[in-house]
């Protein structure tokens, strides 16, 4: 006998813990917080790391000295690093993107000056040394290549080329021969011109004393260099829709769809509305175009869609993948739902369950220490706190339904999209130029700027 579905349970107050910020003398932003569920303490290093231009060297040599950060200093080898680290139960790794580089770290309560105090000693005497830079440079240019055989590599790097042009996002995995050229010397200047703390943020959350925790960063990173190279990148160009680029990758028995829409920044006044409009379109599993073409037509098994923010803009990415064969019914049912959410308005159930699940992924990132740490170093980087989360809650839970659908009609139509797929051209350019112009290019010549 089928039971009922129980309705969902009214959301609770939301409360975000309480942060102490503090600006050390060479411009490092401390942010620390207490939650004591763990004895453990979890750090993210925020250091903004943009370009002013498209340069693959700068992007190899970014990636490079992400790897290489903790090789070794005057005092330690990367093998006395790790092993410093591990006595406190804790690790500090290094990733970067086209905005920031991050230093992520964990480790127990105890050891919280001790991680600390490497990691100072890192961002101010860091050495690359010759045959480290060299192991890590092999690795790199290893992964490189494997990600270079795989389609939702090939159809991201497709699609930042055509979004972004000439612009620094466009290339935001480096080249295999550019990486090969980075030497130790050239990682030892860029680290002096740009790891400096001017801009940069510390998050310290976890079972600790929050003004403890910043007069140990404090002790730890004061006399980090506040000099070094500012950086301020360009704007990002308008997403302009245009003919959907065809990207041949011959004997794909995959299609990968990748498309991009406007979209606004976290502060925007629309952005409450445009958060929910996606989730009933695209953002979790219970939305529109989830039934469509993965539980009622089976085209695929996991479409989704998101709102990227980064520093010079943000936008809506569609991404999915299907069987060649049915790529163009694929994406035609896809501007079908785009083009559903923005001329018919959500039903009253539809945007009740998208709210829940929008408010409730909120607390879910604020309940662990690892969570917490890296959204609140997430805000920092775009000059947000914690705080923001609850007005953005407060405005989640008051949209209305006409809200949601004017946010759709403004910002998912289907006439503004920007349509990147990936797969045999061959057996699909036919289908897919019914629908509409196609621009077709080669892996070689779509994937690289």
Same mark, same amino acid.
């Given at each position: 006998?089928?039971?009922?579905?129980?309705?969902?349970?009214?959301?609770?107050?939301?409360?975000?813990?309480?942060?102490?910020?503090?600006?050390?003398?060479?411009?490092?932003?401390?942010?620390?917080?207490?939650?004591?569920?763990?004895?453990?303490?979890?750090?993210?290093?925020?250091?903004?790391?943009?370009?002013?231009?498209?340069?693959?060297?700068?992007?190899?040599?970014?990636?490079? %000295?992400?790897?290489?950060?903790?090789?070794?200093?005057?005092?330690?080898?990367?093998?006395?690093?790790?092993?410093?680290?591990?006595?406190?139960?804790?690790?500090?790794?290094?990733?970067?993107?086209?905005?920031?580089?991050?230093?992520? =770290?964990?480790?127990?309560?105890?050891? %919280?000056?001790?991680?600390?105090?490497?990691?100072?000693?890192?961002?101010?005497?860091?050495?690359?040394?010759?045959?480290?830079?060299?192991?890590?440079?092999?690795?790199?240019?290893?992964?490189?290549?494997?990600?270079?055989?795989?389609?939702?590599?090939?159809?991201?790097?497709?699609?930042?080329?055509?979004?972004?042009?000439?612009?620094?996002?466009?290339?935001?995995?480096?080249?295999?021969?550019?990486?090969?050229?980075?030497?130790?010397?050239?990682?030892?200047?860029?680290?002096?011109?740009?790891?400096?703390?001017?801009?940069?943020?510390?998050?310290?959350?976890?079972?600790?004393?929050?003004?403890?925790?910043?007069?140990?960063?404090?002790?730890?990173?004061?006399?980090?260099?506040?000099?070094?190279?500012?950086?301020?990148?360009?704007?990002?160009?308008?997403?302009?829709?245009?003919?959907? %680029? %065809?990207?041949?990758?011959?004997?794909?028995?995959?299609?990968?769809?990748?498309?991009?829409?406007?979209?606004?920044?976290?502060?925007?006044?629309?952005?409450?509305?445009?958060?929910?409009?996606?989730?009933?379109?695209?953002?979790?599993?219970?939305?529109?175009?989830?039934?469509?073409?993965?539980?009622?037509?089976?085209?695929?098994?996991?479409?989704?869609?998101?709102?990227?923010?980064?520093?010079?803009?943000?936008?809506?990415?569609?991404?999915?993948?299907?069987?060649?064969?049915?790529?163009?019914?694929?994406?035609?049912?896809?501007?079908?739902?785009?083009?559903?959410?923005?001329?018919?308005?959500?039903?009253?159930?539809?945007?009740?369950?998208?709210?829940?699940?929008?408010?409730?992924?909120?607390?879910?990132?604020?309940?662990?220490?690892?969570?917490?740490?890296?959204?609140?170093?997430?805000?920092?980087?775009?000059?947000?706190?914690?705080?923001?989360?609850?007005?953005?809650?407060?405005?989640?839970?008051?949209?209305?339904?006409?809200?949601?659908?004017?946010?759709?009609?403004?910002?998912?139509?289907?006439?503004?999209?920007?349509?990147?797929?990936?797969?045999?051209?061959?057996?699909? =350019?036919?289908?897919?130029?019914?629908?509409?112009?196609?621009?077709?290019?080669?892996?070689?010549?779509?994937?690289?700027?």
């Amino acid at each position: 006998m089928a039971r009922e579905v129980p309705g969902l349970e009214p959301m609770g107050r939301f409360i975000v813990p309480k942060s102490v910020e503090r600006t050390l003398t060479n411009g490092l932003t401390v942010i620390a917080l207490r939650r004591s569920s763990v004895p453990l303490v979890e750090v993210r290093l925020r250091v903004p790391f943009g370009s002013a231009k498209l340069s693959h060297p700068h992007v190899a040599r970014t990636g490079m %000295l992400a790897q290489t950060l903790f090789s070794g200093t005057p005092t330690m080898s990367t093998v006395d690093i790790a092993a410093e680290l591990q006595v406190v139960g804790g690790a500090l790794s290094a990733g970067v993107d086209p905005d920031r580089l991050l230093v992520s =770290g964990n480790a127990l309560v105890s050891g %919280l000056d001790r991680m600390l105090g490497i990691l100072g000693e890192v961002l101010t005497d860091a050495t690359y040394p010759a045959d480290e830079v060299a192991t890590e440079r092999d690795r790199l240019a290893d992964r490189i290549q494997v990600a270079q055989t795989q389609p939702a590599h090939l159809a991201r790097a497709a699609l930042l080329k055509r979004r972004y042009g000439k612009h620094p996002y466009a290339a935001p995995t480096p080249r295999v021969p550019q990486v090969r050229a980075v030497t130790a010397s050239r990682l030892r200047e860029l680290h002096a011109e740009r790891v400096h703390p001017h801009g940069a943020a510390l998050v310290i959350v976890g079972d600790i004393s929050p003004q403890k925790a910043m007069d140990a960063a404090e002790r730890a990173l004061s006399t980090w260099d506040g000099g070094g190279k500012e950086v301020v990148q360009p704007p990002a160009p308008d997403v302009v829709p245009g003919p959907l %680029l %065809l990207v041949d990758r011959p004997g794909s028995v995959q299609s990968s769809i990748r498309l991009i829409l406007p979209a606004v920044d976290r502060e925007h006044p629309d952005y409450a509305a445009l958060q929910l409009a996606n989730l009933v379109f695209g953002g979790y599993f219970s939305s529109r175009w989830v039934e469509n073409i993965r539980e009622d037509k089976g085209y695929t098994y996991s479409p989704h869609s998101a709102i990227e923010h980064s520093q010079v803009g943000s936008v809506l990415l569609l991404a999915t993948d299907v069987a060649t064969a049915v790529t163009g019914p694929a994406l035609v049912e896809t501007l079908y739902e785009l083009g559903r959410m923005a001329t018919t308005p959500p039903k009253e159930a539809e945007l009740e369950q998208a709210r829940q699940y929008a408010l409730g992924t909120l607390q879910l990132g604020l309940s662990t220490q690892s969570g917490l740490a890296s959204l609140a170093s997430t805000y920092a980087g775009f000059g947000l706190r914690l705080d923001y989360l609850v007005g953005h809650a407060a405005r989640l839970a008051a949209v209305t339904r006409d809200q949601v659908a004017a946010a759709a009609a403004t910002y998912l139509a289907p006439a503004k999209v920007l349509a990147v797929v990936l797969g045999d051209a061959d057996r699909m =350019g036919d289908s897919l130029a019914r629908l509409g112009p196609v621009e077709r290019t080669t892996v070689d010549e779509g994937t690289t700027v």
